[in-house]
């Protein structure tokens, strides 16, 4: 588990990785640093174990396993996270990738009833405010996201 220090949010957000919180929302409401210190808990809590402590996804993450289902795919701006709306990405965090891909078999658990809404639109904040600004943009441009600063 990873621990959150006081102004590590802060000075993060001077690199280039991550996004000013004044110019991001999740469903249409403001990103903050707080809400992003938050997310970057629970994430390591209840997402890093499959997507990687990094958000690095799992290895081959583009090549099915066994099982015929996906790996974890990285959600650090490399995978394909960014080409969902926040609606279908909350959805798919809450109630399982069938609430957006019917009938698609995923390892990807709901986390409805383990999550709150808040929690869950506290980790997404967190994993959108890392992608790369480019990412953020083409995500930006989405249907769905017109709600965008």
């Known amino acids: 588990m990873s621990v959150v220090r006081p ?4 000075a993060a957000l001077s690199g280039a990785a991550i996004a000013d919180p004044a110019e991001m929302t999740f469903l249409g409401n403001p990103v903050t640093p707080e809400l ?18 990094n958000r690095e996804g799992q290895p081959d993450w583009r ?7 996906m790996p974890a795919p990285p959600q650090d701006g490399t995978g394909h996270s960014f080409t969902h709306s926040d609606s ?7 109630s399982g990738i069938g609430a ?4 698609y078999e995923s390892d990807m658990p709901a986390f409805d009833g383990v999550l709150t809404d808040d929690e869950i639109v506290a980790i997404l904040s967190f994993v959108k405010a890392n992608w790369p600004v480019a990412k953020r943009e083409i995500q930006a441009g989405l ?3 017109a709600s965008r600063k």
Do not use: D, Q, W
Not at 40 to 47: G, S
Not at 100 to 103: K, L, Y
């Open 88 to 94: 279908h990405l909350f959805a798919m965090t809450k």
């Open 7 to 10: 102004g590590l949010v802060v």
């Open 143 to 145: 249907p769905g996201m």
């Open 63 to 69: 090549r099915r396993l066994e099982t015929g289902r």
């Open 100 to 103: 957006v891909v019917p009938g």
């Open 36 to 53: 992003i210190a938050s997310g970057e808990a629970l994430y390591a809590e209840n997402c890093a174990a499959c997507h990687g402590e």
